[in-house]
C-alpha cells in the first residue's frame, strides 16, 4: 500500500518469538519463546512528514490506527528460512560503503511491530543504512516485567548466536546498541 511520498524500507530481522499464525504484520509473531533462531524481511513504511521522533499513532489525538501519509507502519514481515535469510542479507549488504551494520535490540514491554518501527528509525539519523533487529519474546505488557526478565535471560545464547551469525555474513562491523 504505497501512498504518495511515503517512503518504504527494507530491514532484516531475527528473532526467537514463535509464530502465531497470523497474517497481520503487526501480529505474526507472538510472545512466546522458541529456542530456534528465525530470520525475515520486514518492510516499514516513513510519512513524508518524518522529523527526528518516531511517528505513532496517539490516543489523545483521537488516533485509532495507523495512517502510512502520519505514522511509521509495519507493512510487511516475511519469514525466511535461516540460509535465505543469511544469504539475502549478505547480497543485500554486499558492495555497499557502510561503517557497518547495526544491530537493535529492544527492551522490556515492546513488541516485535514496535521493535521493527523503531529500528527503521534509527538509521534515518545516523551513517547506517541497512539495519538489522532481534526481537527477542517480550510479553509487551506493563505488568510483565518479571515474565520479561525471565525471558531475556532465555534469549541470551540466541542473541549471542545472531551476532556471531551477523557478523560472519556481513563481513564488516556490527555495532550493537538496544
Do not use: C
Amino acid at each position: 500500500m504505497q501512498t504518495k511520498d511515503v517512503l518504504e524500507v527494507t530491514t532484516y530481522y531475527a528473532t526467537n518469538r514463535k509464530q502465531t499464525g497470523s497474517a497481520e504484520p503487526a501480529k505474526i509473531y507472538g510472545a512466546v519463546f522458541e529456542s530456534t533462531l528465525q530470520y525475515g524481511r520486514a518492510i516499514v513504511s516513513i510519512p513524508p512528514s518524518h522529523t527526528r521522533k518516531l511517528e505513532l499513532p496517539a490516543l489523545w489525538k483521537l488516533e485509532r490506527g495507523a495512517d502510512a501519509s502520519k505514522h511509521f507502519v509495519l507493512q510487511a514481515a516475511t519469514p525466511l528460512n535461516a540460509d535465505a535469510g543469511r544469504k539475502e542479507m549478505a547480497q543485500r549488504l554486499s558492495g555497499h560503503e557502510l561503517e557497518g551494520t547495526v544491530d537493535l535490540r529492544h527492551g522490556y514491554n515492546m513488541g516485535f511491530a514496535e521493535a521493527a518501527l523503531r529500528t527503521r528509525k534509527w538509521p534515518t539519523i545516523s551513517n547506517f543504512r541497512h539495519p538489522f533487529f532481534y526481537s527477542w519474546p517480550s510479553a509487551n505488557h506493563v505488568r510483565s516485567y518479571w515474565q520479561d526478565e525471565e525471558i531475556a535471560r532465555l534469549s541470551e545464547s540466541v542473541f549471542e548466536q545472531v551476532i556471531d551469525e551477523l557478523s560472519q555474513s556481513a563481513d564488516r562491523p556490527v555495532h550493537s546498541g538496544a
